[in-house]
């Protein structure tokens, strides 16, 4: 699949809200854009630029850990390619509605979906040298303790295996503001590992979080930024701005403002 194909696969994702499907969580958590329709090709843009570093890494049959799925939007996707996904959430009525929507994918696409939604802490998983691929995208600055998730992510995953880690980025200011204006300032400023709420966040420097999995034993393997503006509203003009942010990632200290990062790291084969 290309960047256009990840594009119009999020649309569905529209077709679930409009007709209402689904039960009403699903409407309420896209509220904002179901108001804004003109908005859904950014949305789809964010989300396309993230994916399409899980889809390279999917081969029919491998094994996919999508940890803190949330809607299950990502690990429906990636069984949609193929892949055999656990998806993990904390959040009961996420997972209730993650296991509609797996539903309502295989009725419209005529496709048995290989895909199991639990209700677990994924730190509670117990999985050895089980996973090709561990995706957490929008879940690490919620997983605590952070550093014990890391290392049994190294363990669950195969030799060769892949974790890839989509957040928000901590050397972005506007994302330390909207943390502060969300939560606090004395949330923000006090974060401890060992707390396990969602409302707990941690915004990640994505060099040091790297520079954490690389003591764990990964080996990192690519780090990319995404730089969009929700300006961009047609998609003909997304097309575009995916040919810029591919530029901008190759000016160092510019690319690093980023409102996004994905990091891609390697389990060595022995």
């Known amino acids: 699949m290309n960047f256009n194909r990840f594009l119009d696969f999020h649309q ?28 859904r090709w950014f949305y789809a843009f964010n989300w396309a630029s993230r994916i399409e570093n899980l889809a390279k890494e999917i081969k029919p049959g491998c094994k996919i850990l999508d940890a803190g799925c949330g809607l299950g939007t990502e690990a429906i996707f990636a069984a949609y390619l193929g892949a055999e996904v656990l998806g993990v959430d904390l959040r009961e009525n996420f997972i209730k509605i993650a ?9 419209k696409f005529k496709k048995s979906l290989n895909l199991v939604f639990e209700n677990k802490n994924v730190n509670d998983l117990d999985y050895k040298n089980f996973f090709d691929i561990i995706w957490c995208m929008e879940a690490i600055s919620h997983i605590f303790p952070t550093k014990k998730f ?3 992510a190294f363990s669950m995953l195969k030799n060769g295996g892949k974790l890839i880690i989509s957040d928000s980025n901590g050397l972005n200011p506007i994302n330390h503001f909207e943390l ?10 006090n974060i401890l590992e060992t707390k396990d709420t969602e409302w707990n966040e941690k915004i990640w420097n994505p060099y040091q979080l790297s520079k954490k999995l690389k003591k764990i034993g990964f ?7 995404s730089i969009f503006s929700s300006i961009f509203y047609r998609k003909e003009n997304i097309l575009r701005l995916y040919k810029f942010e591919k530029i901008i990632n190759k000016i160092p ?9 994905t990091i891609i790291l390697r389990k060595p084969q022995n």
């Open 99 to 107: 296991r509609e929507r797996k539903n309502f994918y295989e009725e």
């Open 12 to 39: 569905n994702l529209w077709e679930e809200v409009d007709k209402a499907k689904l039960r009403s969580e699903i409407a309420s958590y896209y509220k904002n854009i179901k108001r804004n329709k003109q908005r």
């Open 253 to 261: 200290g510019i690319r690093n403002l980023g409102v996004v990062y």
């Open 219 to 225: 080996l990192l393997e690519k780090m990319i930024f």
């Open 150 to 152: 890391l290392e049994k």
């Open 180 to 189: 502060i204006r969300k939560c606090g300032l004395a949330k923000k400023v």
